[in-house]
């Protein structure tokens, strides 16, 4: 199975500010046949699913803010939060589906 | 809309079953893989079962195979989780999810199902 560990577990970053969360695979998500990481992020908030924000590691899905950017290709990828708002407050999950569908641990973000 | 609504949860006790369901509108159903996902109390997010459209082909995690079964009435456009054997660590918010294809498009709200003596 992949396994998939985020950093830093938790982070609080001030209004305004840059959010970078990382995450890295067991083994490569990348498909050489059609040049894409199997590799999505989500963002979840208290008592509510998962809201799938990224997908393909860098591709917004549709009325997600472009304040959110993912990048990275292989087993590293980061998602960022260029200017921290405070509905972003939520857990965010990177997600691979190149073999089955594994989650990492999930990272906390707070405002500091 | 696509909207995707389980039912089924509630407390049951160490060794016994309990079926979920999940109700789907919005979109074709029976063209797409469907999933179940849990997320235990405090905890993060773990795939525990898909089917495919036509459900033929299942998977499952290691954790709940030969205890949970997933099957799907593409008629009533409805897909189900039949948990078997239950332990405390089952203790979790189930949720459907569909599929993009890929990663998790779509997810319903959410059954508790509580394993307790």
């Known amino acids: 199975d992949i396994v998939m560990t985020q950093s830093p577990d938790s982070l609080a970053v001030s209004l305004g500010e840059r959010a970078t969360i990382n995450c890295k695979s067991s083994?490569?998500?990348?498909?050489?046949?059609?040049?894409?990481?199997?590799l999505a992020w989500y963002q979840q908030k208290p008592g509510q699913p998962p809201k799938l924000l990224i997908n393909?590691?860098?591709i917004r899905e549709s009325g997600v803010p472009d304040r959110f950017s993912g990048s990275g290709s292989g087993t590293d990828f980061t998602l960022t939060i260029s200017s921290l708002q405070v509905e972003d407050v939520a857990v965010y999950y990177c997600?691979?589906?190149?073999?089955?569908?594994?989650f990492g641990q999930g990272t906390k973000v707070e405002i500091k | 809309e696509v909207q995707l609504v389980e039912s089924g949860g509630g407390l049951v006790q160490p060794g016994g079953s309990r079926r979920l369901s999940c109700a789907a509108s919005?979109?074709?159903?029976?063209?797409?893989?469907m999933h179940w996902v849990r997320q235990s109390p405090g905890k993060g997010l773990v795939w525990v079962s898909g089917?495919?459209?036509?459900?033929?082909?299942?998977d499952y995690a290691d954790s709940v195979k030969g205890r949970f079964t997933i099957s799907r009435d593409n008629a009533k456009n409805m897909l189900y989780l039949q948990m078997n054997s239950l332990r405390a660590e089952d203790t979790a918010v189930y949720y459907c999810?569909?599929?993009?294809?890929?990663?998790?498009?779509?997810w319903g709200q959410g059954a508790v199902v509580t394993v307790s003596s």
């Open positions: 999810a569909r599929v993009r294809p890929g990663p998790f498009q779509y």
């Open positions: 919005g979109f074709a159903f029976s063209t797409y893989w």
């Open positions: 089917i495919s459209s036509d459900g033929s082909t299942t």
């Open positions: 083994q490569s998500v990348f498909y050489r046949s059609n040049n894409k990481n199997y």
């Open positions: 393909w590691a860098s």
């Open positions: 997600q691979q589906f190149y073999t089955g569908w594994t």
